[in-house]
């Protein structure tokens, strides 16, 4: 699937907006606050659902009471989204597409996307919420199930950390019947997103060294570690883990164990790439995390996911800029860059 072009209206800075984009490479250039991540995230909130940073209410441009994307691509399909006054004083979201309304972007409808952010290139040395971010979005890419199972484990935790909370005072006992059933639902989520990191991380690993080596030129070897919080479990174990660190989640009033406190480590040549591998040779590992991303998609579904690259071409040397556009030859590439002026 190839974009044709954006409108936008009311979608943060831009009150109305109309980008032309081209079946290969278009650059978005303008200086910093113009509006250029905006349209990214628009171009991915058509073509996911929703939003990589933010909540609808954030997206409206302010003092306005609706916003609306309209996503043509170029086999003539599209989709518009509009959110705001539903006109009886609450606030509504549709999806517009193939003649009917939505209230989802249903899957059928949704496009693939690589994302790369500025950010992206910090990954290594980044906190562990932002690497299972991350990785997180590649494992829903691979599996249509994970979000939901990831969301259900997300609201699970948060009645669990409540109830910690507010029960500090009573007896142990008394607050290990009534936190059973999270724990339940907690080991059972908790044991099935592990399940699918691990093998996404698996088939991630099989392709890393390689293709790293592909853009880097040279004979290193690169290694993602999936990092389980407290080892490998059962189901059953899990639940158990959980049982038994009641007394200490009472005290710190949070749940202390969980996939929720699972990390990613890249190990360069065998050891930890944080504080090893060179300011390039930590580009070169991100780039071919991504090549790696689009390959997946692909083999996955066979879509050419298109690729959306926000401020990070002009980042990268002459060797990655090269590595990228042989890479991503049959993508659609959308760039964003900031002005340079003279
Ligand atoms: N809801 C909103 N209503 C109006 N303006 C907004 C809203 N949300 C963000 N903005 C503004 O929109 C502008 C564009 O933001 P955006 O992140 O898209 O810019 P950018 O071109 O990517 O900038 P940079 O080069 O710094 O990354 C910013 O000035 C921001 O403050
Ligand atoms: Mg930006």
Redesign the pocket.
Known sequence: MIIKSISLN?F???ESFTFDFKKKTSVIV????????????AIYEAACGKSFR?VDA?????D?DYYRIELLYLNGEKTIVVYGDDGNGGIKKNFLVGGKKYLRLPKKYRYPIVLFL?DDLHLISSSPTRKREFFDRIVAEFYDTYSTVLNRYEKALKQRNDLLKQCAEYSEEVVSQMIFSWNVMLSKYGTEIREKRKKVVEEINQRLTETYRSIAKNQDEVFVEYKINDGECSESEYLKKLEMSLRRDLILGHTSFGVHRDSYEFLFNGTDANGSASRGEVRSIILALKFIEAQLIFEKNGKKPIVLL??VFSELDETRQKSLTRNFKDNQVII?S?EVSE
């Not at 954030?58 to 302010?62: F, G, M, S, W």
């Open positions: 009311n943060r800075c831009h303008g200086e910093n606050g113009s509006g250029k991540t905006s349209i990214l995230e933010a954030d997206i409206l441009k302010r306005m500025p926000d401020d964003t900031v």
